[in-house]
């Protein structure tokens, strides 16, 4: 015998796991240093969200970034993007680890397309930005970079998720009879 169905109470300890790994993302994007552009052929040029940084080897002459208005906007929203974020998570353990709280979804979904936002406008004014003034030949964007895409797309597909779950209350407290998607026999 085979079946399949959905298991909603499962939901309660993936969905603030998933937010974690955001989290997670979200701060080794903020800090990585290694650089979120770096040039393509020789190597001699990075810039992370903070510096950009030229040379060889062990000769590296770097310089901040925050003396551009742009890299300062893509700086604090990307940190007003994860604090939200951690108030999501934070609220999310409390909304289904530790009981069940079905009105606190909707406003944790609220707060992750919120930093969704926040966070897609600064993934986007750095490559603009970064192409318009410091641009000097071909560049690969970096795992940091990905890194700070992958928490937003964790973050958009919970609060997406967030927002659809109290429509199954009795689902994910346990109530509801499961239904399978497909039996056999």
Same mark, same amino acid.
């Given at each position: 015998m085979f079946r399949c169905g959905i298991s909603y109470?499962?939901?309660r300890w993936i969905l603030p796991l998933l937010l974690l790994f955001a989290v997670i993302f979200d701060i080794i994007?903020?800090?990585?240093q290694s650089g979120w552009v770096e040039d393509q052929g020789a190597k001699s040029h990075y810039a992370s969200m903070w510096q950009q940084c030229r040379g060889r080897n062990d000769n590296?002459?770097?310089?901040?970034?925050?003396?551009f208005s742009w890299a300062q906007a893509v700086a604090a929203l990307m940190i007003i993007g994860l604090? *939200? =974020?951690? /108030?999501?998570?934070? @609220?999310?353990?409390?909304? %289904?680890?530790?009981?069940?709280?079905?009105t606190l979804l909707p406003v944790i979904g609220g707060l992750l397309i919120v930093a969704?936002?926040?966070?897609?406008i600064a993934l986007i004014i750095y490559p603009i930005k970064f192409?318009?003034?410091?641009?000097?030949g071909y560049y690969d964007y970096t795992w940091a970079y990905g890194f700070g895409w992958g928490a937003t *797309? =964790?973050? /958009?597909?919970?609060? @997406?998720?967030?927002?659809? %779950?109290?429509?199954?209350e009795d689902e994910l407290s346990g109530m509801a009879k499961t239904k399978y998607i497909y039996t056999s026999a």
């Open positions: 109470p499962r939901c994007a903020i800090a990585a590296w002459e770097c310089k901040s970034l925050m003396e604090i *939200i =974020l951690i /108030l999501a998570f934070i @609220i999310s353990l409390v909304a %289904l680890c530790c009981s069940l709280n079905i969704v936002i926040i966070q897609i192409n318009e003034i410091i641009y000097e *797309i =964790l973050m /958009l597909g919970c609060g @997406i998720l967030f927002c659809c %779950l109290p429509r199954f």
